[in-house]
């Protein structure tokens, strides 16, 4: 039977590779934008998608287009401030915590199958050690305030309720459609195009995950029964430098470009340690990343090098 499916932040890099993948499962796909939204990534499938302007702040019509339409998934992609520009407080609170519990509180009260959460490393603030689920959120920017905030909000209305709910904690997803301001977006098109490659901290690190593999995530975390506020982290389980990401990237084109350091790119901070412990997803959704960093930035790379036009 079809699958009628609800993706906010559809639009984004996550989102749009989530909705590509969902349509060759031969869901039915609804979407929430913005009149504002910039669906570029979505275009050449916009015939398949049925689509629906709504605020999620405005609860009203949260609760009308669920009374409107039949969806047995949510999948919540929608975020404001995990780019270093976006940085106005109040839409990253709007946004990440009473947004998302409009559209979680809306959506629990007609008995779908699941409803996905997105949230994020940031959640965790700076560590020592690999990062695990049990251990005390303590972020360190707004953005993870409030997405530790959303997931804390949401898992205990689901756990009070026996709404079932799966938070998933991104770590640094990479590749097709990828926004064009990260690092491996700006190394490979700066590569492409022969521009310079101006980075900010070469010791910064970060666990990078494929998208192909984070996409998976979501499917599995669609298909588990009797969780109510459970969360996850989705990372590769390894961190990588700056300086060795962009390197590798610069070794895989095969071009002689120049790195410039510690160029000022209003970064609230860089991280020195940055890994997920991903133990959890793989003993209760049956997941696990299975595409290395080589392999997931030569696929990266030749998908940008067939759509550049969306990057010049």
């Known amino acids: 039977m079809e699958k009628s499916v609800l993706i906010t932040g559809a639009s984004g890099f996550v989102g749009s590779c989530l ?12 979407i929430i934008t913005r009149n504002t939204t910039d669906l570029w990534r979505l275009n050449c499938i916009l015939k398949d998608i049925e689509i629906h302007n709504v605020d999620l702040l405005n609860s009203d019509k949260i609760a009308k287009l669920a009374n409107d ?27 990440n915590l009473i947004g998302t519990f409009n559209l979680f509180r809306e959506f629990s009260k007609r008995d779908i199958e699941m409803f996905i959460n997105t949230s994020s490393s940031s959640e965790y603030g700076e560590k020592s050690e690999p990062m695990r689920e049990e251990m005390k959120v303590t972020p360190i920017t707004m953005y993870g305030a409030s997405k530790a905030a959303a997931t804390m909000l949401c898992s205990t209305y689901a756990k009070i309720n026996k709404i079932p709910l799966v938070t998933l904690r991104l770590f640094s997803p990479y590749g097709y459609y990828d926004a064009k301001t990260r690092l491996i977006p700006t190394v490979i098109t700066s590569c492409l195009l022969g521009r310079e490659i101006k980075l900010s901290r070469k010791d910064s690190k970060r666990d990078f995950v494929f998208i192909d593999d984070v996409v998976e995530a979501y499917i599995a975390a669609s298909k588990v029964i009797n969780f109510h506020g459970e969360t996850f982290n989705i990372g590769s389980g390894i961190q990588y430098t700056n300086e060795e990401i962009a390197s590798n990237i610069i070794n895989l084109i095969g071009v002689d470009s120049k790195i410039y350091w510690k160029n000022d790119l209003n970064r609230q901070y860089e991280p020195l340690m940055w890994v997920s412990d991903n133990k959890n997803a793989y003993e209760k959704l049956k997941w696990e990343p299975n595409i290395e960093i080589e392999s997931g930035l030569n696929k990266t790379i030749k998908w940008f ?7 010049r």
């Open 69 to 95: 339409i039949s969806i047995d998934q949510v999948y919540h992609l929608a975020t404001y401030g995990g780019y270093h520009y976006q940085n106005k407080v109040e839409d990253v609170i709007n946004t």
């Open 19 to 30: 909705v590509r993948r969902l349509l060759k499962e031969n869901y039915k796909i609804h």
């Open 305 to 311: 090098k067939n759509n550049l036009q969306f990057y």
